[in-house]
């Protein structure tokens, strides 16, 4: 089955910094997301971009779609930026989650 | 605004209970999932539907199963929990082909 990686597992930046988040993925794709998996657990949908660039704040992100990665950059963080960040890939009518990055901004 | 809610945030049940998780989407969506979470092992499709009265089995559906009566509602039925159902247990729902909106999830603990 498809395989998605994503890189680094963890990161911690210090608030104001700059990171850029990668997913890999081993086969095409009909659809991809990206989320922010809050302290309370919830899954907090982020991007829905199968190609392309999108934009919302100062979060964006990059997919694309014939080498297989999309990237997530998150600009001047904030501690609310904590969390885990999925990347999630749909072969067809189903989504396969990567194992998540870790993200910590300290004060 | 799309809005999933599930029926409990955190659940405590015995060993061999039936336990009944419930997840009710607002949207008219077609498609409904139930995934499980847990530490090193990631999010893991259990059950799906793609219509009233219709389930897919997903990657780890042994030990649950599933209802859809309504539209707007699916159910995820542990018939006989055991200490390894204990896990983080997330509702998403979407329309065929296009993104998937997560419920808050539930944390069952099962004792």
């Known amino acids: 089955g498809i395989q998605v990686e994503q890189s680094p597992p963890d990161l911690i930046l210090q608030e104001g910094a700059n990171s850029t988040l990668r997913c890999n993925f081993s086969?095409?794709?009909?659809?991809l997301q990206w989320f922010h998996q809050n302290p309370w657990g919830q899954l907090i949908n982020l991007f829905y971009?199968?190609?392309g660039t999108k934009q919302n704040g100062r979060l964006s992100a990059t997919t694309v779609a014939t080498e297989r990665y999309s990237l997530l950059y998150i600009s001047s963080s904030q501690t609310t930026d904590s969390g885990v960040y999925f990347c999630?890939?749909?072969?067809?009518?189903?989504?396969?989650f990567g194992q998540g990055t870790t993200l910590q901004v300290k004060p | 605004d799309v809005k999933v809610t599930q029926s409990s945030r955190y659940l405590v049940k015995r060993t061999g209970e039936k336990v009944f998780l419930e997840c009710v989407q607002d949207?008219?969506?077609?498609?409904m999932f139930w995934y499980r979470q847990d530490p090193g092992l990631g999010l893991r499709l259990i059950y799906f539907?793609?219509?009233?009265?219709?389930?897919e089995k997903g990657d780890i559906p042994e030990g649950y199963s599933v209802s859809r009566e309504k539209k707007e509602r699916f159910s995820l039925i542990l018939e006989s929990a055991s200490t390894n159902q204990t896990s983080m247990y997330l509702c998403?729902?979407?329309?065929?082909?296009?993104?998937?909106?997560f419920g808050p999830g539930t944390r069952l603990t099962v004792t």
């Open positions: 971009i199968p190609s």
């Open positions: 999630a890939v749909d072969p067809g009518g189903k989504l396969i």
């Open positions: 086969d095409s794709v009909n659809n």
């Open positions: 539907s793609y219509d009233v009265k219709m389930k």
């Open positions: 949207m008219d969506h077609e498609n």
């Open positions: 998403a729902s979407s329309l065929l082909g296009y993104e998937q909106y």
